[in-house]
């Protein structure tokens, strides 16, 4: 199937129904009803899973495969960005040659940072990874936006006014990014019952994008090339005494995974036609990591779930405040209700980060492989029973031969 | 004219002069062991051969070309692999890919990029490597975890892995250092047996004379950084200098 082995092409189509699928998976809950806040399925936040996806997947070719974890991919993501958003200035609100140029300006500041970052292996490569993406960082916020030369346009963010050339832009078409004609904005609702679903293009977009990217990463994964990225990671002492030059194969894996962070980014400016310099503080760059081993850094599926949790926690565990603190634990006496919100307090709201600290620091201290080993361990208590049949079935009959 | 050819290679470290003047001939298609005792300067020797030490002087030339300051993968692809004191083995990856990856080095040379083929599907390299796995039995636990294997097993698939490349010289440090009498036994046999079948030189340093007298047809002795003497393991059996050396290390 697709050139892929059984088990991936199930894996694959697995994840093309979850994705073509979640506007309805993610809304679950009736709109009127309490428990509408964690409906996930609206545009912007679909949006952002399925471009976050492909950061993370993107990262874990070089993270998961080879291990060299680098701590300055938002750089490459605010890049993308900066590029998709300068085609919207320069040329038209069409996606696809703006995404297509956050790929490639991606792609030349991946080489250039990877191969003296590569020098380095271990620490020292997060190291600079992380000075380069500081570095971008400081030029992108300051001194790439000055009167003379307004590369970033600073802290307002780069963005597009109607003063710009746009030379392509017509009359007729959208004023936001659109595909050929059609808004990213576009929508379709679809009310059954008290359920609302709602259908994005923008969504769309992003998601058979990350479908094809992802399609490309298990080939990747699967291949000679994917199988010396894992052996540079087993044995690089070995690797070399087998005629092999470990450089190269390094260097081209970080440069895809850098491709993979422009991709998102430049997806991110075609959502919302902005650039800001923040996309490429560190944070960002730790975010993508923290994405990458909660799901389970190496595993196909792991980071596009990381990435899920991190951006649903970030979005829905964000919005819980007291109000609906104190609606949960009404049916509580009055002085236990108190008890109870002072106690969750800290966790929601604002305090997201505490809870997904909280998370993180589980998974990784009792699933060293991340989420993924989690679905695994609950699926061998299912399959348990029969596997262990299959097993002695196996050793009664190996006597006999 | 031998296959490997050391000439006048001295090195120091500080104040200590760990070769001084080593002459070297080994002759293609031989079996010759650098045998001496602790500190005599046999690892040196062997990270000079492989590039990772550059002598202060001299010359080491593999069939008339230098292989000084040449990257340890550029030597390898002139045709020498090295086994390791402790087997460098890739411990992530299953015994079949662990064996796939030096074919696909010595088809592809130090870099190809195959992204999009399937490894399994590469059918030519898979029954290679199958084939290689056969010969040196470890065929049943292809599917497992390189790591997983005992110490000998782990000597067999290194040792296979540096044969896949054919090579035409095998460099083997210590290869049975810390292993069962067992084991060390089945490395003598599958060391004789490659010797047999194939064209191929190779030059062991041991500490075990057990296994240097069984499997060498020329022994140098290094003692202190320089040759003591280079001769037949009949001859160094009784050679006076070589228990001198020895005897005076022991008391």
Known sequence: MFGLNKKDGLLFLFVIAITLLAPFLLNPFPTDSAMAQFNAGYPDLLQRFAIFGIFAIGFNILFGLTGYLSFGHAAFLGVGSYAAVWMFKLFSYNVLPAIVFAVIMAALFSVLIGYISLRRSGIYFSILTLAFAQMSFAL????????????????TGLQVYDTDPQIFHREGLPDLPHLFGLSVRATYELNLGGWSFTFNLGYYICAVIMLIVFYLAIRLFRSPFGMMLRAIKSNNTRMTYTGLNAKPYTLAAFVISGMYAGLAGGLLAAMDPLAGAERMFWTASGEVVLMTILGGAGTLIGPVLGAGLIKYMENIVSKINDNVLHQWFSFLPDGFEDVMVTLIHPFVGKGWNLTLGVIFMLVVIFLPGGLVEGGQRIARLFTGRRGRAAKRKSTQSTPAE | MGILEVKNVSKRFGGLQALGDVNLSVAENSVHAIIGPNGAGKSTL???????????????????????????????????????????????????????IPIFAKRDGVFRMHAFENSADEREIVEQAEAMLESLNLADARHDHAAAMSRGNKRRLEIGMCLAQEPKLLLLDEPTAGMARADTNATIDLLKQIKDERDITITIIEHDMHVVFSLAERITVLAQGTPLVEDTPENIKGHPKVREAYLGEHA
């Open chain 2, 46 to 100: 062997l990270n000079v051969l492989i590039g990772k030490l550059i002598p202060d002087t001299g010359s080491v030339l593999f069939e008339g070309q230098s292989v000084l300051g040449r990257k340890p993968y550029e030597i390898n692809q002139m045709g020498i692999s090295r086994v390791f004191q402790t087997p460098e083995i890739f411990g992530d990856l299953s015994v079949l890919e662990n064996m796939m």
């Open chain 1, 140 to 155: 992108a916020y300051s001194v790439l936006s000055n009167p003379k030369f307004n590369l970033t346009n600073g802290e």
